[in-house]
């Protein structure tokens, strides 16, 4: 594929993301409006599958044989005329940049590299930014002191926290508590029922895809948003 096919797919998958958001936010109003309301679990896993399809349904529009993701009269941005295909940016188009009081022009093409390039760096200070929370949460794991252990799952106190937090590294399950917690075990059991409820949602594994996803749409609010909306838990660091 060119360069503006994959623009096509990556605006696409930003535009259906934004939807995911719109009908999560609908489904949940009428789901609480119900005589029987909808259970958080299931508004929960319905939100992770309409993520999960805004992230793959581009793709596999292409991968299916169709060579385009939306009708060409959406793509009017990218194509010579209304009824044309999508094809390279002819390198005679240029845009006007203006900088009071002096002006240039710039070449689409060059444009667009520039466009990739600094979105690419975003990209990658992003992931760069969740790299370091997980090395942080695996840290204070590594130096905390282990209370409870039942088979995969492990229960720690730790001195370097103020409040709980749920961590999953594949094959383990972490739970991890303020130390001064276990001083109080009626807190304690509480604090840790809560952690492990987030365990039993998954959510500590689908925190992973969440994090790749704002890392590579990390200037899309509606990403940031639906997070919200799922009450996913935060970056690994805001946790700690």
């Not at 940049?97 to 444009?111: I, Q």
Request: glycine residues 4%; contains cysteine; proline residues 5%.
């Amino acid at each position: 594929m060119n360069s503006v096919a994959w623009a096509n797919l990556y605006i696409c998958a930003n535009v259906l993301l934004v939807l995911t958001l719109v009908l999560s936010a609908l489904a949940g109003r009428i789901g609480a409006k119900l005589r029987q309301p909808v259970a958080y679990r299931h508004r929960l896993a319905v939100g992770h599958a309409l993520v999960v399809a805004a992230l793959l349904l581009p793709f596999a529009t292409v991968l299916s044989g169709h060579e385009d993701v939306l009708p060409r009269t959406a793509q009017v941005w990218s194509a010579p005329t209304m009824s044309g295909a999508v094809t390279e940016m002819p390198e005679d188009h240029r845009i006007a940049v203006s900088f009071a009081p002096r002006g240039a022009s710039l070449s689409l093409t060059v444009a667009s590299e520039v466009a990739a390039g600094v979105v690419l760096f975003g990209m990658l200070v992003s992931l760069l930014r969740v790299g370091l929370d997980i090395r942080a949460a695996t840290r204070i794991i590594a130096q905390a002191q282990t209370i409870r252990r039942r088979g995969r799952l492990s229960v720690c106190a730790s001195e370097q926290i103020q409040v709980p937090f749920s961590f999953w590294w594949p094959g383990r399950y972490f739970i991890v508590v303020p130390s001064e917690l276990v001083l109080h075990p009626r807190d304690l059991a509480m604090a840790i029922r809560h952690e492990a409820q987030h365990h039993r949602q998954q959510d500590t594994k689908w925190l992973y895809l969440y994090q790749l996803v704002k890392s590579l749409f990390f200037w899309n609010p509606a990403v940031h948003a639906i997070e919200r909306h799922f009450e996913t838990p935060p970056r690994v660091a805001n946790q700690l």
